[in-house]
């Protein structure tokens, strides 16, 4: 059995950044590695006819209650304390997405990743304004006007976009969305199945 597990996500999603925080130690248990695919949640919902929660459920009594206190359930049962929803939900993730894949080609993904989870689901920024997006990189440490200069580049968005499509191919329909092997898993609720299964293995 494959001992890696494709993590397909957005920064948009406050389940991704949940799951993130979980994952790695997942990982150091298992002795598996953790493939990163960048995708753009707007064109897996696009491709899928899927919505978001909030409008999913909008009209279901109790349902949305209920996400909230599943999602504080999963904090405190992390210690992840440092979490909060983003004010400017929802954030329109198209440039800190193609920022991961340019961040991943210069080599500084892992502090990409970071730095734009952070300023996203503790930081509470706006990270769909550039002039935010550049300063929440500079205080991290890597260069946000060379990082936004290659989110216009054709190759970056041609591989967001060829992500996206080969996940809507894998049958995914929403993020965060796990493989290990063709085993496909969704939602941050499904991570213990994950565990389990590689420690099986």
Known sequence: MTRTIDFIFD????NAYLAWKVLPG??????????????LLGGIFKATGNQAPMAS??????KL?????????FVQKHGLHAYRFNPHFPVITL????????????????AYLEAVLKA???????MDDPAVFVAALDAAGLDGDALLAATQTPAVKAELAANT??????????????????????GKERLGQIEDLLAAG
Not at 11 to 14: A, E, L, M, Q, V
Not at 173 to 184: A, K, N, Q, S, Y
Request: with cysteine; glycine share 12%; aromatic share 12%.
């Open 165 to 186: 499509e080969a996940a809507v191919a894998r049958c995914v329909f929403g993020i965060p969305t796990f493989f290990v092997g063709d085993e496909m898993f969704f």
């Open 120 to 126: 996203m689901w503790e930081d509470g920024l706006k």
């Open 95 to 110: 440039i800190a997405m193609r920022g991961m894949i340019a961040a991943q080609h210069a080599g500084v993904g892992d």
């Open 26 to 39: 997942i990982a150091e248990r298992t002795g598996a590695t953790i493939n990163l695919i960048p995708c």
């Open 57 to 62: 459920f909008a009209g279901v009594k109790g």
């Open 11 to 14: 920064f948009g999603s406050p």
């Open 65 to 73: 209650e209920y996400e909230a206190l599943e999602t504080d359930r």
